[in-house]
């Protein structure tokens, strides 16, 4: 159970720096300005070589899910998580 808690740490904690990050460039630009998940990944995929978001289709509910702010599917995700894998006195 540890490794959960783990994981839902780790995401948690990448949420949290999205939302910062989607702060400060709504502050710099004025405007709301929020990074969604399809560019993120896209982002990441760029940088490591793994098949990007462009390979799911951007079709139904994953087409969806990608244009949704990043930092509420992580966020959500590891809440999530850590509340089923919390510890129980």
Same mark, same amino acid.
């Given at each position: 159970?540890?490794? /959960?808690? /783990?994981?839902?740490?780790?995401?948690?904690?990448?949420?949290?720096?999205?939302?910062?990050?989607?702060? /400060?460039?709504?502050?710099?630009? @004025?405007?709301?300005?929020? =990074?969604?998940?399809?560019?993120?990944?896209?982002?990441?995929?760029?940088?490591?070589?793994?098949?990007?978001?462009?390979?799911?289709?951007?079709?139904?509910?994953?087409?969806?899910?990608?244009?949704?702010?990043?930092?509420?599917?992580? @966020?959500?995700?590891?809440?999530?998580?850590?509340?089923? /894998? =919390? =510890?129980?006195?």
């Amino acid at each position: 159970m540890a490794i /959960f808690r /783990f994981i839902a740490l780790i995401l948690l904690a990448a949420g949290l720096m999205l939302a910062g990050a989607d702060i /400060f460039t709504t502050l710099e630009g @004025g405007a709301y300005a929020a =990074r969604s998940m399809g560019g993120v990944w896209g982002t990441i995929a760029g940088a490591t070589g793994i098949p990007g978001p462009d390979s799911l289709g951007s079709e139904g509910i994953v087409g969806m899910i990608m244009g949704w702010p990043a930092y509420a599917i992580l @966020g959500g995700i590891g809440l999530v998580l850590a509340l089923l /894998f =919390r =510890r129980r006195d």
